[in-house]
């Protein structure tokens, strides 16, 4: 099974190597990758009526996530770049009403373009470690339910189900307010799984340039799901969270 699901492990490694800095290489989180397979095989119930594949991307990513936590490679520095990039688009685009570009926020923020862009570079790989932040936030739900589908029992099942729908709805929402480019790389990154590179030639910009419109558009979703409850712009189809 371990030599079956090999490439697997090293697909999900490329992956997110490719939105971590250049220093943390895909071969450092494949071994985290091996010991989240073997868990998996361990932990597997078929009876959840979940596909083993699935349940395994889970606990492969899982575990290169916590191998990531463990290395401490986020400075305090990055951490405090990102929330300000966070703050600085949730606050223009709610002033303004609209999707704002890079070279407004760079202004805003007293930067050249150039190093605008550089900044989105170094805060990359922060998004990544935000499961740690839904097990906070879930204080009494056992690790091991934050990773199954819950199966058994009628209520349950519907209980998951419109969480399911809601959150859809949410993240719908909140892409609709993305620009052209942030959802044509958010649709083909997670939904079509191509790579960054592909990415690039498809719109036409390097890798790295992709990478930056990426991560801006993960923190203007994140800044949109957090700031739900506090905004009450009536104008906005917001749905309860």
């Known amino acids: 099974m371990i030599l079956k699901y090999t490439p697997l492990i090293k697909y999900i490694a490329q992956r997110l190597a490719m939105r971590l800095p250049p220093h ?4 450092d989180l494949i071994g985290a990758g091996v010991i989240g397979l073997m868990d998996a095989l361990d932990k597997f119930d078929p009876s959840k009526k979940v596909k083993f594949k699935t349940y395994a991307e889970i606990r492969i990513k899982g575990a290169m996530l916590d191998e990531l ?4 490679w986020v400075s305090r520095s990055v951490r405090q770049k990102s929330a300000q990039l966070e703050k600085t688009l949730h606050l223009m685009e709610k002033k303004k009403g609209r999707a704002v570009e890079d070279e407004e926020v760079a202004q805003e923020m007293g930067l050249s373009l150039d190093d605008y862009y550089s900044m989105l570079n170094d805060v990359r790989g922060v998004m990544l470690l ?5 097990r906070k936030k879930s204080p009494d739900l056992p690790e091991d339910e934050l990773f199954e589908i819950p199966m058994e029992g009628e209520e349950n099942q519907l209980h998951y189900f419109f969480n399911q729908m809601e959150l859809r709805d949410v993240l719908a929402w909140a892409i609709k307010e993305l620009t052209p480019n942030e959802k044509t790389v958010i649709s083909l990154y997670y939904f079509e799984q191509l790579t960054l590179k592909e990415i690039g030639e498809v719109l036409g910009y390097t890798e790295s ?7 801006k558009a993960i923190l203007k979703l994140r800044s949109k799901l957090k700031n739900l409850k506090k905004d009450t712009n009536p104008k906005v189809f917001v749905p309860h969270i």
Do not use: G
Request: charged share 35%; with cysteine; proline share 0%.
């Open 130 to 134: 935000d499961m740690e932040r839904l």
């Open 24 to 27: 943390i290489a895909a071969e």
């Open 209 to 215: 340039r992709i990478c930056q419109i990426h991560t």
């Open 69 to 72: 936590r463990s290395l401490d």
